[in-house]
């Protein structure tokens, strides 16, 4: 089939690089390629809601800038989480309002809310899930999957029937917008990835000697970032040793002190830690080099006399 060639308008502001093109047409979102086009033609500025309905792309849009990203196309949301902090804008009962009746999935995520949560939001209430869902950017479906792990993250806490309340859900709601979590996708595998480290954490438990009782929050954190580091519970279970034989109980601390010290050499598995660290070698050292007592020795030449005498 012969080739065709058109004639393209002159250039004017806009311009797109060869790699950016190459990257857009690999990744075959048209999505993501739509709001590029948008960025540059506005210079780099975004609201995620005009662009939103400029481009008719209504939810769609977090995941197209999600993929943006992930291309590297761009740097960063329209406002980092860390410009963000946690100051949303004080929203008004007319700002929702006038989400709902734009025809937004906001009306229905609030009816899924009030029955996941078992109870009518507060005014204040609807204000903080719609920081969530217009500041943070967080998509309607990725906010149910988001308090639905909060329910059952309590629930495993303190029993059935114990909600989380709506300001514990909105901090979870900044770390997983610190994550970049904006798609289904996204949220389905940091899920995944957090029943994978509650299912290691206890393995640890076990090995720290802890029973059935809930982790404080303190504890949790050491364990998930001794887990992060990459250690698993056979490795662990050397720290725990070390930590009870110099201060006769689990203090946190001083484990934490023993595998960051082993992370910052680079092991991690229990065969590395025995094999290389130094503290392994020098205790078989001291047990090689150590001097038999009277006992043994007398024992010693009791069994060598015997072995003559059958001789």
């Known amino acids: 089939m012969k080739e065709k060639k058109y004639v393209l308008p002159p250039p004017e502001t806009i311009t797109i690089s060869a790699e950016a093109a190459n990257k857009?047409?690999?990744s075959a979102n048209p999505?993501?390629?739509?709001?590029?086009?948008?960025?540059?033609?506005?210079?780099?500025?975004?609201?995620?809601?005009?662009?939103?309905?400029?481009?008719?792309?209504?939810?769609?849009?977090?995941?197209?800038?999600?993929?943006?990203?992930?291309?590297?196309?761009?740097?960063?949301?329209?406002?980092?989480?860390?410009?963000?902090?946690?100051?949303?804008?004080?929203?008004?009962?007319e700002d929702i309002e006038r989400s709902v009746e734009s025809g937004s999935s906001f009306r229905p995520l609030i009816e899924e809310l009030q029955h996941m949560l078992g109870k009518i939001l507060s005014g204040n209430e609807l204000k903080i899930f719609y920081g969530i869902y217009d500041y943070l950017g967080l998509p309607a479906e990725v906010i149910?999957?988001?308090?639905?792990?909060?329910?059952e993250k309590q629930a495993a806490r303190y029993g059935e029937g114990r909600k989380p309340t709506v300001r514990m859900i909105e901090r979870e709601a900044y770390a997983w917008a610190r994550r970049e979590i904006f798609s289904l996708e996204?949220?389905?595998?940091?899920?995944?990835?957090?029943?994978?480290?509650?299912?290691?954490?206890?393995?640890?438990k076990e090995v720290l000697r802890i029973g059935n009782r809930a982790?404080?929050?303190?504890?949790?954190?050491?364990?998930?970032?001794?887990?992060?580091?990459?250690?698993?519970?056979?490795?662990?279970?050397?720290a725990y040793d070390r930590t009870v034989i110099k201060t006769g109980e689990l203090t946190w601390a001083y484990m934490n002190s023993i595998v960051k010290s082993w992370n910052s050499?680079?092991?991690?598995?229990?065969?590395?830690?025995?094999?290389?660290?130094?503290r392994t070698p020098g205790q078989r050292k001291k047990s090689a080099d150590r001097q038999p007592d009277k006992t043994e020795l007398e024992r010693m030449k009791k069994y060598l006399k015997s072995l003559k005498e059958s001789n």
């Not at 149910?144 to 329910?151: R, S």
């Not at 580091?229 to 490795?235: I, R, S, T, V, Y």
Request: glycine share 6%; with cysteine.
């Open 215 to 238: 982790l404080s929050p303190t504890e949790e954190k050491y364990i998930a970032s001794w887990l992060e580091m990459g250690f698993d519970a056979d490795a662990l279970e050397i």
């Open 144 to 151: 149910v999957l988001l308090v639905n792990h909060c329910i």
């Open 24 to 26: 857009l047409i690999d």
């Open 31 to 93: 999505a993501a390629a739509l709001l590029y086009l948008y960025i540059l033609k506005n210079g780099g500025t975004l609201s995620s809601e005009q662009a939103a309905a400029e481009l008719k792309l209504g939810d769609g849009i977090y995941p197209a800038m999600a993929e943006l990203k992930k291309l590297g196309l761009i740097a960063s949301e329209p406002k980092t989480i860390t410009e963000r902090e946690d100051t949303p804008p004080e929203y008004t009962a």
């Open 265 to 278: 050499k680079g092991l991690r598995t229990a065969a590395d830690i025995l094999s290389n660290d130094s």
């Open 186 to 204: 996204m949220a389905e595998e940091y899920l995944k990835h957090l029943a994978k480290i509650s299912d290691m954490t206890e393995k640890v």
